[in-house]
Nanobody, 115 residues
Framework: VQLQASGGGLVQAGGSLRLSCAAS????????MGWYRQAPGKQRELVAI????????EYADSVKGRFTISRDNAKTTVYLQMNSLKPEGTAVYYC?????????WGQGTQVTVSS
């Protein structure tokens, strides 16, 4: 399985970005797809997750009401719509796929929010 993330960039505070992560390699059945982020000097943290089949979602408290995670109809691409971005959202964002005990990570995409 490979994950290809895209969509990061530089945005002013209050702006929006949409991240995408396409999974390839034959995915089927139950899985959890998600986004994590790691700011400089900090540990990687969960941003949002979505279950592949049912579409149930969970969000970190810090992004609730501003970020939306979704997936495409083929259930192989996960998106993260980020609105009302804040400077503290500056980080490398990683997509993540969990299939049972196996965990896969994308290459990370930089999001920089200027104040």
């Amino acid at each position: 399985v490979q994950l290809q993330a895209s969509g990061g960039g530089l945005v002013q505070a209050g702006g929006s970005l949409r991240l995408s992560c396409a999974a390839s390699g034959g995915i089927s059945g139950f899985a959890i797809m998600g986004w994590y982020r790691q700011a400089p000097g900090k540990q990687r943290e969960l941003v949002a997750i979505i279950t592949r089949l049912s579409g149930s979602t969970e969000y970190a408290d810090s992004v609730k009401g501003r970020f939306t995670i979704s997936r495409d109809n083929a259930k192989t691409t996960v998106y993260l719509q980020m609105n009302s971005l804040k400077p503290e959202g500056t980080a490398v964002y990683y997509c993540n796929l969990e299939i049972g005990p196996r965990i896969y990570w994308g290459q990370g995409t930089q999001v920089t929010v200027s104040s």
